[in-house]
């Protein structure tokens, strides 16, 4: 508590100015700090998307000078799995969304329930996730640990139209994976970080910490799990979706 | 000091999330579906598109922009000028001065 450089009788910290409990002291009132509270978040998350966007760049830089071995590289992935993991995840920030609402509207038992539905589907997200990057592996798509361009310098059965590519171009494919395992990598990392989380809120949810008025941390994290779907939204069409038309 | 402006806090009904929720669906579903489309150098874009209209709605209505004050607004904005700098700067450098690789 941090009035305890005012107040040496417990009974009258409060005397004089009536707020609810959890209104700290250097805010006006409750509206006022659910606001700042949400404003750090955003500049939070606003560091964060710098922080992919670099990724981002460097993709948009190498995508321009090797784009046959992208078109290549992307044509390795799994469609399936990429649509798939997109779905999961608007779903997860539809429970999320409802989660806070929950809270707003103080049901504690509502709010824990799109809680779990929201982490069951990110758990989900993370184990199609871990499929994928397993199929790589086994296809010698890891760069730095068994990348090998046989792939790439014959013809691929599935896109016959395909050319195979010339050695050099093909050694390109292996700046395509580097930046698809460090995008997703990241992104899978902050899927991770989210759930570990999201775990501790739903604890504190279930003592109701959060159904009392006192929401910010449900919203505010609920700001995180929406960001981190964003960046998917992006990485989806960017990996996936190069030139499936051939 | 003055006091703080007041920014009446409003609550988005389950419906609007409903409706955002099936919308994004859509769009996945459309992207999907564009990107075995021939559109040549148009894919990138069609695909980039759908891509900021899909990230657009979960901003304003998920993480509740649409309803929010002019400052998180305002900040959100600055944000996302500073992310085209980042782009955009980038690509002058490298288009202008890359060596013969561009």
Known sequence: MDSQAIATIPEQEHAGHEHPEFVRHHFANAAQQRETANFGMWLFLLTEIMFFSGLFAAYLIYRNWYYPAFVAGSHQLKIWAGTLNTVVLICSSFTMAMGVYSAEMRKRKALLRWMALTLILGMGFLCIKAYEWHDEWEHHHVPGLNFSTSTFTHVDPRYPADKPLAPDMAEKTQTYFSLYFTMTGLHAFHMIVGICVLLFLMYKAWGGAYTNGHMNTVENFGLYWHFVDIVWIFLFPLLYLISRHQ | ?102
């Open chain 2, 1 to 102: 000091m003055s006091e703080p402006t007041h920014h009446t806090h409003t609550v988005v009904p389950p419906r609007v999330y409903a409706a955002v929720f099936g919308t994004l669906l859509c769009f996945t579903a459309l992207t999907v579906f564009a990107s075995y489309l021939e559109l040549g150098t148009f894919n990138a874009v069609v695909a980039l598109a759908i891509a900021v209209i899909k990230a657009v709605l979960v901003i304003l209505f998920f993480m509740h922009i649409r309803y929010s004050s002019k400052l998180t607004k305002l900040t959100i904005s600055a944000g996302f000028f500073t992310l085209i700098v980042l782009l955009l700067m980038t690509m002058t450098d490298y288009i202008s001065r890359a060596w013969g690789m561009w």
